[in-house]
């Protein structure tokens, strides 16, 4: 389905496939790193680009999907210890304190499937179902 600008909207999964509590990560290009995460606690719902604004492009996580922090209250990067809020993307502890995530639109269709909107050339064709839990 396309959105504006040669961006469209790309289903990534079934809204049931999330943690009511956590986050998850897709490699929207299929080169085996997450190029974006969602990040779920309750009814917030948030998604950003796996790209650490200390060091662009660098990605967050140590391991597949290790996005938040024990308390799972911030996004943790495990390069320098940075800690961001879940709502904001907001740095507010470590080498860049008051920088953000970049954030990606989400939205959830027929009341089922999460899907996020992109660049056309930033995505391969199809993303599975569950491709990346
Ligand atoms: S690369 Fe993320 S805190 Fe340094």
Redesign the pocket.
């Known amino acids: 389905m396309e959105g504006t600008g040669g961006s469209r909207w790309i289903r990534l999964c079934e809204l049931s496939a999330l943690p009511l509590v956590g986050a998850r990560g897709f490699d929207l290009r299929g080169q085996g790193v997450d190029d974006i995460f969602v990040i779920r606690q309750h009814a917030l719902l948030r998604g950003y680009w796996n790209s ?1 604004p ?2 662009p492009g ?1 990605p ?1 996580p140590w391991r597949k999907h290790a996005y938040l922090c024990h308390d799972m209250n911030y996004i943790g ?1 495990h ?4 800690r961001f809020t879940l709502d904001e993307g907001l740095c507010v502890l ?3 304190v008051g920088q953000r995530l970049e954030s990606v639109a989400l939205r959830i269709e027929d009341g089922t499937y999460l899907s996020v909107l992109c660049a056309s050339d930033d995505v391969r064709t199809h993303v599975g179902l569950g491709d990346s839990l």
Do not use: D, I, M, Q
């Open positions: 650490c200390h060091w660098a967050l990067c390069g320098h210890g940075a470590g080498p860049c």
